[in-house]
């Protein structure tokens, strides 16, 4: 049984848009929030139990948070792992048990936008409003990469920190350090998406066991990749899209060096150039997952040709990061 008080809030994903795998090396890296959102509602249940349903990926389950366990109700046992993010969310914000958990997403399962991270930080907010406490943003922001790490082992607060403030950030070498970029315009952004994806921490593995082997020729694309990501700051607070561009197809043909490209991604990156994307380039650890296209003007042929054998979406940048939802009448 519910009762009627309820409190929602929701949460951007995010796309990194230049450094990744170099980031792992203390490189800079940017990435962008995007306007793809993770809901999740709070309701007053009556029966002192914890209930969750991920209704877009047809898991659901109980909680019981005073013993941190799960019973897995729908959905495989990999699709657990949704789960254990919103319990451990629900622990940091105080949560008693006696609350059922709605989530709803419109973020694209599989595309590499941060699903995770959207989904924590946007319980989180929840759950803290459900509970009459009040958190800032930085504090949001900071238990939901607790939270990642306790889920993940090792976690950056990229993902976390877009989700909790939105809009475009820099992450300096210092990996707690990060540069919210003012940009007074749209970034123009196509992403494209396969149905496999890439094991992150395979892809990590390899790029190290490359770095270790060869360094005098992995290092100095590292180094290449920093610069990119330099330049790149510089040209997406100007506007400069001719550069943004260029840097995105530097940066692609850099991670292709790594090995961490694959034949699909890589039809779909020139696809979009074929199209009049300016730059593109895979998002992520690659090995499968997601490519983004920076195309002004020509949003809608990319996403046309690339709909064609892939998916593909338009988005824009989420200047706004996590928020709490008015009650739908």
Do not use: W
Request: neutral net charge; hydrophobic residues 40%.
């Amino acid at each position: 049984m519910l009762d009627s008080r309820q409190v929602t809030a929701s949460a951007p994903g995010k796309t990194i848009l230049f450094g990744e795998h170099a980031v792992v090396y203390g490189k800079p890296a940017i990435a962008a929030a995007v306007d793809k959102r993770a809901y999740v509602t709070i309701s007053k249940r009556e029966d002192h139990l914890t209930h969750v349903t991920v209704g877009d990926l047809g898991v659901s389950g109980f909680l019981d948070l005073k013993n941190r366990t799960i019973q897995l109700e729908n959905g495989s046992g990999m699709q657990r792992g949704i789960l254990e993010y919103i319990l451990k969310a629900l622990i940091k914000a105080k949560t008693e048990d006696s609350v059922e958990v709605d989530v709803r997403l419109d973020i694209p399962i599989g595309a590499g936008l941060g699903s995770s991270a959207a989904v924590t930080v946007a319980t989180i907010m929840a759950a803290a409003s459900f509970n009459q406490i009040t958190l800032t943003n930085e504090t949001m922001a900071n238990l939901a990469h607790q939270v990642e790490l306790d889920v993940q082992g090792a976690a950056s607060p990229i993902d976390t920190s877009l989700s909790t403030y939105g809009g475009v950030i820099y992450l300096s070498k210092q990996p707690q350090k990060l540069v919210k970029l003012e940009i007074p315009h749209e970034l123009p952004i196509v992403i494209g998406y396969t149905s496999t994806r890439g094991n992150t921490g395979e892809l990590v593995k390899l790029v190290r066991q490359k770095k270790d082997a060869r360094p005098e020729v992995i290092n100095p694309i590292l180094d290449s990749m920093e610069a990119v990501a330099n330049g790149a700051r510089q040209a997406i607070i100007k506007g400069d899209h001719k550069t943004i561009g260029l840097l995105m197809n530097i940066n692609q043909g850099l991670l292709d060096a790594l090995g961490v490209n694959t034949e699909e991604l890589s039809k779909m990156v020139f696809t979009a150039r074929n199209q009049g994307a300016m730059g593109s380039k895979l998002t992520g650890a690659g090995g499968g997952g997601s490519m983004i296209a920076y195309c002004p003007g020509r949003e809608e042929e990319v996403v046309s040709s690339i709909n064609q054998f892939e998916r593909a979406f338009q988005i824009n940048v989420a200047h706004e990061g996590v928020r709490l939802e008015k009650p739908r009448n």
